[in-house]
């Protein structure tokens, strides 16, 4: 098992432009999560999926954040415009099974730096 | 908003010696889990301990959770410089698929 592949692992970008990162989540698990990291506010749960459906956004900062996962093994995390705020580590997880009983695997994040 | 509150911050300690940490929550949970995360990587799960639970082992880890006071610890005995990482617990909120990771504990072993 290859575990949940992110890319790119590090992307840097101006201000204003377009970012896209990417997941591939372990094959057969129905959960998939978004996180940011960032040493002022930990670990932060940004939207979650089951099933390919998105089940809570609450935590996507504003609307420039968008997610999509059009099937069970790709899912992207959008930002625009970027902005320096949003330099963080982004981190995609994958889990099979609900009610918090399974274990999240993580990817190794991507390292977002906006100038 | 953070779930879980991990204490000490930082912990730096000798190989060979035992290392706690605690973790410290607010709402009602079903299960807890710690995770460890060493630099530039991403999480790994370590263990999971459920509400009904009290003391849970695997390996050189011990995991005890007290619902009373709404906190847990994690136990790593005889370090090695192979532990030094981040560690930290996270929550499902009282049965939410969805959990929440407190601010993690940074810890240190020394060779």
């Known amino acids: 098992d290859a575990g949940v592949i992110q890319s790119p692992r590090h992307e840097v970008t101006e201000m204003g432009q377009e970012v896209t990162l990417r997941c591939k989540p372990i094959?057969?698990?129905?959960?998939l999560f978004w996180y940011r990291q960032t040493m002022m506010r930990g670990l932060e749960l940004l939207i979650y999926?089951?099933?390919?459906?998105?089940?809570?956004d609450s935590g996507m900062p504003e609307d420039r954040f968008s997610a999509k996962m059009p099937n069970a093994s790709f899912s992207t995390l959008k930002i625009q415009p970027s902005e320096p705020r949003d330099s963080a580590v982004y981190f995609c997880a994958s889990s099979w099974g609900n009610r918090g009983r399974s274990p999240l695997h993580f990817g190794n994040g991507t390292r977002l730096t906006v100038t | 908003s953070q779930q879980g509150e991990e204490d000490p911050q930082a912990l730096s300690i000798q190989e060979g010696e035992n290392a706690t940490m605690n973790c410290s929550y607010k709402t009602s949970i079903n299960n807890l889990q710690w995770y460890r995360q060493n630099s530039g990587r991403g999480l790994v799960h370590l263990i999971l301990?459920?509400?009904?639970?009290r003391e849970k082992h695997s390996g050189r880890l011990r995991v005890t959770l007290d619902t009373s006071k709404k906190s847990s610890s994690l136990l790593i005995t005889a370090s090695r410089a192979a532990d030094t990482a981040s560690y930290f617990c996270?929550?499902?909120?009282?049965?939410?698929?969805?959990?929440?990771f407190g601010q993690g504990t940074r810890l240190t072993i020394n060779p």
């Open positions: 301990i459920r509400s009904n639970e």
């Open positions: 999926f089951n099933n390919n459906v998105p089940i809570d």
């Open positions: 094959s057969g698990h129905d959960y």
């Open positions: 996270a929550t499902d909120q009282g049965g939410a698929q969805k959990l929440v």
